[in-house]
Structures are given as structure tokens and as C-alpha cells.
């Protein structure tokens, strides 16, 4: 069992910028891979970015490259996502998730994921 809280959301007007933290305890959480996802209202739940256990390899949706960075520290058991130029489009719930599948390659959709946060509140004002 892992449990993974989401923290750093809150209001910020357009071209700012964010740092999301999620916070890991239970397993080993270097174990696992990450992955951000976010959810707008009536709107499905889509993948943000992924990043393995070891950070070698990082994926991103092409809405957020270039402006959003997954990263993690594996020795504080905390993944981040630092969200530049952030959009009104960015408004969403952000919720990070870790696999159950070795943490080499991150999955690039929820059910790969097997743990989740409770997400936290983005809001981009325009």
C-alpha cells in the first residue's frame, strides 16, 4: 500500500507558474513510477507527465511540453510538477498516481497506475 498526498495547488493567473509536491509513504517509493494526471469539470481524467523510478525517462502530453516538468526525489519519497506559463486551459484537479508494473516505463494512462492522491486544486484566471 502506498499513500500519496498532493499538495502546492491554488489560484494563479495566466503565465504564472506552480510547483505541485506528492508526497509518498508505505512502500518504497522509489519502486514505483510516477505519473501526473488532471481533471477539468466534465472532462475526463488525462495524463499530464510520467516519470520512472530512476528519472531516466519522462513523458509528457503534448498540451504541457515545454512548459510543465516532472521530477522526483527519491530520498525524500516527493515527485513534483513545476508548471510554467500556465493557461486558463490548465484549470483542473491534479491528482499523482504510482504503478504496480516495476517503475521502468511510465504508463501514459490511469490504468497502468495503482495508487492515487486525492488531488489538489489548480485554478488559472485569464
Given at each position: 500500500?502506498?499513500q500519496?498526498?498532493?499538495?502546492?495547488?491554488?489560484?494563479?493567473?495566466?503565465?504564472?507558474?506552480l510547483?505541485?509536491?506528492?508526497?509518498?509513504?508505505?512502500?518504497?517509493?522509489?519502486?514505483?513510477?510516477?505519473?501526473?494526471?488532471?481533471?477539468?469539470?466534465?472532462?475526463?481524467?488525462?495524463?499530464?507527465?510520467?516519470i520512472?523510478?530512476?528519472?531516466?525517462?519522462?513523458y509528457?502530453?503534448d498540451?504541457?511540453k515545454?512548459?510543465f516538468?516532472i521530477?522526483?526525489?527519491?530520498?525524500?519519497?516527493?515527485?513534483?510538477?513545476q508548471?510554467?506559463?500556465?493557461?486558463?486551459?490548465?484549470?483542473?484537479?491534479?491528482?499523482?498516481?504510482?504503478d504496480s508494473?516495476?517503475?521502468?516505463?511510465p504508463?501514459?494512462?490511469?490504468?497502468?497506475?495503482?495508487?492515487?492522491?486525492?488531488g489538489?486544486?489548480?485554478?488559472?484566471?485569464?
Amino acid at each position: 500500500q502506498v499513500q500519496l498526498v498532493e499538495s502546492g495547488g491554488g489560484l494563479v493567473q495566466a503565465g504564472g507558474s506552480l510547483r505541485l509536491s506528492c508526497a509518498a509513504s508505505g512502500r518504497t517509493f522509489s519502486r514505483y513510477a510516477m505519473g501526473w494526471f488532471r481533471q477539468a469539470p466534465g472532462k475526463e481524467r488525462e495524463f499530464v507527465a510520467g516519470i520512472s523510478r530512476t528519472s531516466i525517462t519522462t513523458y509528457y502530453a503534448d498540451s504541457v511540453k515545454g512548459r510543465f516538468t516532472i521530477s522526483r526525489d527519491n530520498a525524500k519519497n516527493t515527485g513534483y510538477l513545476q508548471m510554467n506559463s500556465l493557461k486558463p486551459e490548465d484549470t483542473a484537479v491534479y491528482y499523482c498516481a504510482v504503478d504496480s508494473d516495476g517503475g521502468y516505463i511510465p504508463p501514459r494512462s490511469a490504468p497502468g497506475y495503482e495508487y492515487w492522491g486525492q488531488g489538489t486544486q489548480v485554478t488559472v484566471s485569464s
